[in-house]
């Protein structure tokens, strides 16, 4: 796939297109420090086998889009918003020449996403916001689950050093989803080192680096949506599995609550990821969410 170029001021953001040019258009944002190949290939040909043409992009700070070699403007604040994040969202819409679209956003990715369509409401057609929340105090995850990511990763460090290879890192990964996966749908290793051996080549930071740092900042820095989220008027979906840990499932019931009549599906088992079996399940509530839409259009 060609990876192109879109700008907003002095950030360039790489995206891609999958699917058919001429399918219904979805806009796919990742969360925390997360590039976008972390929506899987095979969550996008599902989408795409459904009608849609699908883009997802690389968030600022991340993967091949432009990192920011900015110290905060003052101690802990954050070199830019979620806002601006959204507003890079809308450049990559304009890039792929996208008066709207479906817009599906996962994790801070959701955030993003809700943020769009509470300030940029023209260019949303309809709202899919997964494992997220309005308010990075709803659903924020436990001081005790914290504390045991914390103690494994330094655990991890002092056994096997810093992990530099695709190889270690999703041994990493696999001991973290130890607490943060699906108990329904359990991640094997192999699935983390395909990811990985594209990723890694891609931005080798990964998600503990500085340009997730600042991301961490912009996120902790968002406003509570829940007023605004209720003028939201498009379709809208809530995915969200009743295991997250990282956001909490108040942070999608919060989420459906504001937004008037929006769907919300919790998945039993379900973590802080995208379990490869929930990918036709995902697929088809978006594509029943963006039926809504064209059904609702005059």
Not at 203 to 213: C, Q
Not at 250 to 277: F, I, N, Q
Request: proline fraction near 8%.
């Amino acid at each position: 796939m060609t990876v192109r170029t879109a700008r907003n001021g002095d950030i360039e953001l790489a995206w891609e297109q999958l699917g058919e040019p001429g399918g219904e258009p979805v806009l796919l944002i990742m969360g925390l420090g997360a590039q976008m190949v972390g929506w899987p290939d095979g969550l996008c040909a599902e989408l795409a086998d459904r009608g849609f043409a699908v883009v997802r992009f690389d968030n600022r700070d991340v993967g091949l889009s432009t990192h920011l070699d900015v110290p905060p403007r003052r101690r802990g604040a954050a070199p830019y918003s979620l806002s601006d994040m959204a507003e890079d969202a809308v450049a990559v819409l304009d890039a792929a020449g996208w008066p709207a679209a479906h817009v599906v956003g996962a994790s801070m990715g959701g955030m993003i996403a809700q943020l769009l369509a509470v300030e940029h409401p023209d260019r949303v057609l309809s709202l899919t916001s997964v494992m997220s929340t309005p308010s990075p105090r709803i659903g924020r995850m436990r001081a005790r689950t914290l504390l045991t990511l914390v103690r494994k990763a330094r655990r991890l460090a002092r056994q096997h050093g810093r992990p530099t290879s695709a190889e270690a890192m999703a041994d990493f990964m696999v001991a973290m989803q130890e607490v943060t996966g699906s108990p329904a749908y359990p991640a094997g290793r192999e699935q983390h080192l395909a990811m990985l051996r594209i990723a890694m080549p891609r931005d080798a930071s990964g998600l503990s680096g500085p340009g997730a740092r600042r991301q961490q900042r912009a996120q902790r820095a968002a406003r509570d949506l829940r007023a605004e989220l209720a003028g939201v008027r498009v379709p809208t979906l809530v995915l969200h599995g009743d295991s997250d840990v990282v956001i909490r499932p108040e942070g999608g019931r919060a989420t459906a609550a504001a937004v008037p009549g929006a769907r919300l599906v919790e998945y039993p088992g379900m973590g802080h990821e995208l379990p490869p079996p929930l990918w036709s399940p995902f697929a088809d509530e978006i594509r029943a969410t963006a039926d809504e839409a064209t059904t609702a259009a005059p």
